[in-house]
């Protein structure tokens, strides 16, 4: 029978570790923020030239013109190129362990559960439908952005409304009143439906879900000594099917580490070095290398 983990007692450093470096990240863009907004001159960077995202927006007249759009910063490529680079070698970790944003849904989704209030539940169906709208999201920014030449969603875009502190620094209902009304309803939802902007919605989680199938790290289950519990699937912030994956968990993931700490059994789910294109090409190889049938 294989290993499996003793939980009594156990504590999840994996976890533990997250939390620190979420409320580090946190603490540093509102930090930034903070000392952006009290500034007298531009010299301390905004939330919008901290931003990863601001690359995917700007990529497009960086190389047709040479020129940025206005507010964005050679400091966009460079974290998007970061980005770039960390997912395709460890998947998307920056949703699960660095983004403010996400820890924020985080930080509700405990609350709720503090407070003893039921998860909303989205049917299977309708969730892998709803997923599509990250693209959609996507999809409607770079057709705005390119078409005004400017970061249009900064306007309406929940983690900038939240995390760029203007509902404290220069509060304005009559003008701001549909980024107001996004994010809170983005936190309302987020509280009652797990990272509900990152499933759903957000444009980032999109690009990033993609890139995935080019990840070299991805967690991977082993069949053979999966007993099929699903404990895994409970602490999922995304809600992926994790007792299926076969075998590398769906793109969909975002590196948080929880299903592995949660499984009862060691070795069955594991972060291995072999991206699912590896697979496509081992495959082939060995049909290939499988002697023709011949027919009598």
């Known amino acids: 029978m294989p290993a499996t983990h003793h939980r009594r007692g156990h504590r999840n450093w994996v976890n533990i570790a997250r939390r620190i470096v979420q409320a580090a990240f946190v603490a540093f863009i509102l930090s ?66 660095i983004c403010p944003f996400g820890a924020l849904q985080d930080a509700l989704t405990w609350l709720r559960a503090k407070l003893s209030l039921p998860e909303l539940r989205i049917p299977d169906r309708a969730d892998r439908w709803l997923r599509f709208g990250r693209f959609l999201t996507l999809t409607l920014i770079l057709y705005m952005t390119i078409g005004f030449v400017k970061l249009w969603f900064a306007d309406y875009d929940p983690y900038r409304t939240i995390f760029g502190l203007g509902w404290i620094f220069e509060f304005d209902l009559s003008v701001h009143w549909p980024a107001y009304a996004i994010a809170l309803t983005i936190l309302v939802l987020s509280f009652f439906i797990p990272r509900f902007w990152c499933k759903y919605a957000c444009p980032l989680g999109g690009v990033l879900s993609a890139l995935q199938h080019l990840s070299l790290l991805r967690i991977r289950r082993r069949a053979e000594s999966c007993r099929g519990c699903a404990l895994c699937e409970t602490p999922c912030p995304v809600s992926i099917d994790v007792a299926s994956a076969n075998p590398a968990v769906s793109v969909n993931c975002i590196g948080c580490l929880a299903c592995v700490e949660a499984c009862p059994r060691h070795g069955t789910l594991e972060v291995q070095l072999a991206p699912t294109w590896f697979d496509s090409l081992r495959n082939l190889y060995r049909r290939l290398r499988r002697p023709a049938t011949i027919r009598p």
Do not use: M, Q
Request: proline share 5%; aromatic share 10%; net charge negative.
């Open 32 to 97: 930034a923020t903070v000392r952006h907004n009290l500034a007298e001159s531009a010299a301390n960077a905004s939330i919008d030239a901290l931003c990863p995202f601001g690359a995917v927006e700007t990529l497009w007249r960086v190389v047709a013109e040479g020129e940025y759009i206005p507010k964005t910063h050679p400091s966009n490529l460079v974290l998007g190129f970061g980005l770039l680079l960390g997912t395709i070698l460890g998947g998307a970790a920056f949703c699960g362990w």
